[in-house]
């Protein structure tokens, strides 16, 4: 690098000036590379259709399948024997007999007492002190809100088990993370280690985890706790380790002159001047937790995730659509819980501390008191232990419901025929014009794996090349090749979506900073509510379909893609802008030639991105009659004798994943040098 | 490039050694800081480049040649106790690698620095933080502030890291900051301040813990002029109340030559030049020093003993009488309002004869300097 800044400019200059320009004659632009591999695949699949898909019927297994079933059964079996399970069981019965104690301390029946120990209004005032003592009082009157909706809508056990889930998996993932961020912040062997694996747990789709942590951690709360725990992890270490390791080397150097000893450094110097970079990472903790604790539903984790998944196994809106609402509600009020902490601890931090330090220790002591007073009170009176019956939760209900039955009735007159357009043109094609699934799934297996392949390497070149290979032979063999194929075409129908949502949005808001202001809190918004409610209104609308999956995806990734476009092209520096505008460029010219190819590595980025959201909402979307892999997943879930199916079909997700990641990678490696705030962007993002 | 006043250049002493008066000679005991050897050499097996052929190399070609770049070429020199050390140079040219390898900051690739008779290249890492926690403190370009801590607490912090009590290093914190003029501001935030103040409470905070040394890098560069010459004043008050040692790096040679005792001049981590600062610019020991001094105002610099000519027998004896370390600017009225030459007398014995015209020599080819200036 450096032996190249020494040469002179003029000897620099030269060799490029030779070469380039045969260079560029003889290259043939990627995009007709890869048009004219897909022009040959269509011929291919034209007189080869239908013949070797490896389709696999819904309740066929493979000796796989059924190897996988007895890997599980064994080690159920070995479980008084096999220290590697003993030790996982041990754990999970911390984690069980943790949430048992707090469920019976404040959401479930404490028998022989009739109700728990501390009752809501015990619980809503101490949450609500909480609120006060780090965020201040309109987020304790937010909080109190959010508790009183809790039981006035039915839902106040459900709603305070989801959050016992919650707070026990950010407590082990702080106990655990930080050690962890503080190691990668003053180790870069540590930092490069640990990354690969964040990278690996964050490209995993999170209905991934669930099988085998199932397996080792058991079914109930401990599996809930610990698949949340893995998801919510990697946010915490990264942003936290990123906080730790920014501390302007200045202070670190002036402050250790003075001879402070590693200890004191750490104590006195990174910590406090990180820690509100730390809190940010603990929100985005807390949020990925909420969304993985809903999806543990699955798997039998206690919450609000529950009554959710009944109302969406049997399609009934009306029933999913209160506790979906509550999980929303509980959002809202972590996020801008941790937020306004947050802020507070910058201005703590910048400004100084609290003005009236003694008024509002009194305060806080004097509230604390009323607290616990109120949770005496719960303690020994009914109507404060549990929550008076309300109607309001069933009318609430009924009203959705017969909103979700009117829009079946009224709108599927148009979405209906929408969706079927979008079905036969995109997905099914016919028999003469194929669509991109059929493409994929219907023709032989290794006449579309050779064509994903040789795109792969028009795209990303040599670099893309033997990943993709790796994860299309590991799909081979998993058996579950037509499957994977539909769920990839998904993923690509969606993000292909996503990416023009992006851009159109992207660079209007970075352009105009009055759309960006009433677009960015919508899309803020939109990314604090967890996955798994998305479906809910989707549903309403189009119905169970592969569509209303893909749909769900774009709903679910559009914000985060949009968002890292709309920075990106931000990004642009002013006097590049002003340089164009100098030489006469249209507003089109502008944002063809200037804003977009320089905002090149973000809008990678958001494909990347868009890729990942997609496939984890398209697994999902199994539930809702997406089918595929993410059906195979719940049935492994639901059918003891299909777990191997399952597991296989997780593992294929995975792959899959890691294939787009990869091939994304590669493509924006390949050209431009990787740039350093594609790895920030990406911990910004990595918890959602 | 202006010519240098040829009167008397036989008694100049000549610069390119340490110890014109006062410092002591290198190697003697009483120095406050004694730098021997020292190497800095950034890179993958830096240490196998000392003591081997390679270190003879240029920069340029060390770097092609094993990848590693020299920050501090085989640097010596002495600190007497007391004395205000500028090391001057131009970015790049090693000055900030080698104030950190006084104490370590950056660990020094070969060559010993020994500080108030103590070896800090062979320190234990504990003995290394007694030495940073009790004699010797540092002052920074960028201030090195901790933004969640009132200023009272960041001027105790080498106190706190001690292990003082809060009460106790609460009052000496207070004491300190009145004497850097800084009292009503204890318990503003950093961020609150401006950069002077900022810089001032930096200065605090190396004062607080009573070392015997300060390091200064670059202190006054992020600050702008005004503010600049107020806090180096500030430096020569606190110098004249706590006679503290002070080693000061710089790139400003009117800032090297305001507050040195003598003044070091390094390029491409190796030293070119140490001297007083009238030694550096009436004797500069090379181009590139001279260039670098081609700009100062040298009547401001020059003692008298650099223009006079040595007595001879008729010389007139009326005119006034000054010392040989006047400075040349301050002699000039007198000396042109007399009508008889300036006799140059030290100790009682008449050493030297400066007339008219050499006076005028060092004012006008300064004019002439200038004048020729863009």
């Known amino acids: 690098m450096t032996a190249t800044a020494l040469r002179p400019p003029g000897a620099g200059a030269r060799p490029e000036d030779d070469v380039a320009p045969v260079q560029r004659m003889r290259r043939i632009p990627r995009w007709a590379l890869a048009v004219a591999v897909v022009v040959g695949w269509v011929v291919v699949w034209y007189f080869t259709k239908g013949t070797d898909t490896l389709t696999l019927g819904g309740r066929e297994n493979t000796d796989t399948h059924d190897t996988l079933t007895s890997f599980r059964d064994w080690v159920l079996a070995s479980r008084d024997t096999n220290p590697i399970v003993q030790l996982t069981t041990s754990i999970a019965e911390v984690f069980r007999s943790s949430v048992d104690w707090l469920q019976r301390m404040l959401s479930t029946a404490n028998l022989p007492r009739p109700v728990p120990e501390v009752g809501w209004l015990g619980v809503t005032a101490v949450a609500a002190w909480v609120g006060l003592a780090i965020a201040g ?50 180790s870069a062997r540590a930092n490069s280690v640990v990354s690969v694996v964040l990278d690996l747990m964050q490209t995993m789709p999170t209905f991934v985890y669930l099988i085998p942590v199932v397996l080792f951690f058991g079914i109930g709360a401990s599996g809930a706790v610990v698949a949340t725990l893995i998801y919510a992890l990697p946010p915490l270490v990264r942003i936290a380790g990123h906080g730790i390791r920014s501390v302007s080397p200045t202070t670190i150097e002036a402050t250790d002159s003075a001879g402070q000893s590693r200890m004191q450094r750490l104590r006195k110097v990174q910590l406090p001047m990180a820690r509100a970079t730390i809190i940010v990472g603990l929100n985005q903790t807390i949020m990925a937790a909420l969304s993985m604790a809903t999806i543990a539903s699955f798997v039998d984790g206690p919450g609000l995730g529950q009554p959710v998944l009944d109302g969406l196994k049997i399609n009934d809106v009306g029933r999913a659509f209160v506790p979906g609402l509550l999980i929303v509600v509980i959002a809202v009020m972590l996020d801008r819980t941790t937020t306004a902490a947050s802020e507070r601890a910058e201005n703590v931090a910048r400004r100084g501390g609290h003005q009236h330090e003694r008024r509002r220790k009194l305060l806080l002591a004097g509230t604390g008191l009323l607290a616990l007073v109120l949770v005496y009170v719960s303690r020994v009176s009914l109507w404060a232990a549990e929550f008076p019956e309300s109607e309001l939760g069933t009318s609430l209900a009924s009203v959705a419901d017969s909103a979700s039955t009117w829009v079946t009735d009224n709108l599927s007159s148009y979405t209906n025929p929408f969706r079927n357009e979008f079905t036969v043109l995109v997905l099914n094609g016919s028999d003469d014009r194929p669509g991109l699934q059929s493409l994929l799934a219907e023709s032989p297996w290794y006449v579309t794996g050779a064509a994903i392949a040789v795109l792969a390497l ?128 249209t507003r089109w010219q502008e944002i063809t030639k200037v804003q977009l190819p320089m905002a090149r590595s973000s809008l990678v980025l958001a494909t990347n991105q868009g890729l990942l959201y997609v496939l984890a909402m398209a697994v999902i979307g199994g539930l809702v009659g997406a089918g595929a892999l993410g059906y195979d997943v719940v049935l492994g879930f639901s059918r003891s004798e299909e777990w191997g199916k399952g597991m296989a079909a997780g593992a294929s997700i995975v792959l899959l994943g890691v294939m787009l990641d990869r091939i994304t990678r590669a493509a924006a490696a390949d050209r431009s040098a990787p740039r350093e705030p594609s790895r920030t962007s990406r911990m910004r993002w990595g918890g959602i | 490039m202006t010519t240098i006043p040829r009167t008397g250049r036989s008694t100049a002493p000549q610069g390119a050694t340490a110890g014109a008066e006062q410092p002591p000679a290198p190697g003697s005991g009483d120095a406050a800081l004694s730098v021997r050897n020292l190497w800095k050499v950034f890179g993958p097996k830096a240490d196998k480049v000392v003591g081997t052929p390679d270190a003879d190399l240029s920069r340029q070609e060390l770097k092609s040649k094993t990848g590693c770049v020299i ?229 401001h610099v020059l003692t008298l003993k650099w223009v006079m000519r040595d007595p001879r027998p008729g010389d007139s004896s009326e005119g006034p009488v000054m010392s040989s370390d006047t400075v040349v600017f301050k002699a000039a009225r007198a000396a042109l309002a007399s009508a008889h030459p300036v006799r140059v007398v030290d100790g009682g014995e008449l050493v030297g004869i400066v007339d008219d015209e050499a006076i005028l020599r060092v004012v006008v080819a300064e004019e002439t300097t200038e004048g020729s200036k863009p």
């Not at chain 1, 039981?151 to 082990?172: H, K, M, P, R, Y």
């Not at chain 2, 004497?179 to 409470?201: A, F, H, I, K, N």
């Not at chain 2, 607080?208 to 806090?231: H, K, N, V, W």
Request: proline share 5%; with cysteine; glycine share 8%.
């Open chain 1, 458 to 585: 028009v795209v990303g070149g040599l670099r893309a090349l033997l990943p993709t290979l790796v994860c299309l032979a590991g799909i081979y063999f998993l058996d579950l090749w037509h499957d994977a194929m539909i769920t990839l075409t998904m993923t690509l129908v969606g993000t292909v979506l996503v990416m023009l949502l992006a851009l159109v949005f992207g660079v209007w808001m970075a352009r105009s900073r009055r759309t960006d202001l009433v677009v960015r809190p919508l899309l803020d918004a939109g990314q604090t509510i967890p996955p798994f409610v998305y479906l809910i209104p989707v549903l309403a609308l189009f119905g169970p379909s592969r569509f209303t999956a893909i749909v769900a995806g774009i709903v679910y990734a559009a914000p985060a893609a949009i968002k890292l476009v709309a920075d990106g092209v931000k990004g642009v520096p002013a006097t590049t802008i002003e340089a164009s505008r100098s030489t006469g460029a």
């Open chain 2, 71 to 299: 920050g501090v070429r085989d640097v010596s020199f002495d600190v007497a106790p007391g004395e205000v050390f500028v090391v001057m140079g131009l970015s790049g040219s090693g000055k900030s690698t080698l104030v950190r390898c006084l104490t370590r900051l950056i660990e020094p690739t070969a060559g010993t620095v020994v500080l108030d008779g103590e070896d800090v290249t062979a320190a234990s890492e504990a003995k290394l933080r007694e030495l940073r926690r009790t004699h010797v403190s540092m002052v920074f370009q960028h201030f090195g502030l901790l933004p969640h801590r009132q200023v009272l607490d960041n001027v105790a912090y080498g106190l706190e890291v001690r292990g003082m009590s809060k009460k106790e290093r609460r009052a000496k914190a207070t004491e300190i900051l009145d004497l850097v003029g800084l009292d009503g501001y204890e318990t503003s935030y950093p961020d609150q301040l401006s950069g002077g103040m900022q810089q001032r409470v930096g200065l605090a905070r190396a004062l607080a813990s009573d070392p015997t040394m300060l390091l200064f890098d670059e202190p006054f560069s992020a600050l702008d002029p005004l503010i600049r010459r107020d806090m180096q004043n500030e430096v020569i008050r606190l110098h004249h109340e706590l006679g503290k040692t002070m080693v000061f790096i710089t790139h400003d040679l009117q800032e090297a030559l305001k507050l040195g005792d003598r003044i070091l001049i390094m390029r491409d981590g190796e030293i070119v030049q140490v001297g007083t600062p009238d030694q550096v610019v009436g004797a500069p020991a090379d181009d590139y020093v001279r260039d670098f001094t081609s700009d100062v105002p040298r009547s």
């Open chain 1, 137 to 186: 009082w309109r987020i304790a009157l937010l909080v109190t809100a959010s508790f009183l909706s809790f039981g006035i809508l039915g839902f106040w056990q459900d709603s305070i088990d989801l959050l016992i889930v919650t707070f026990l998996a950010v407590l082990a993932a702080v106990v655990i993370g930080m050690p962890l961020a503080i190691w990668i912040a003053t």
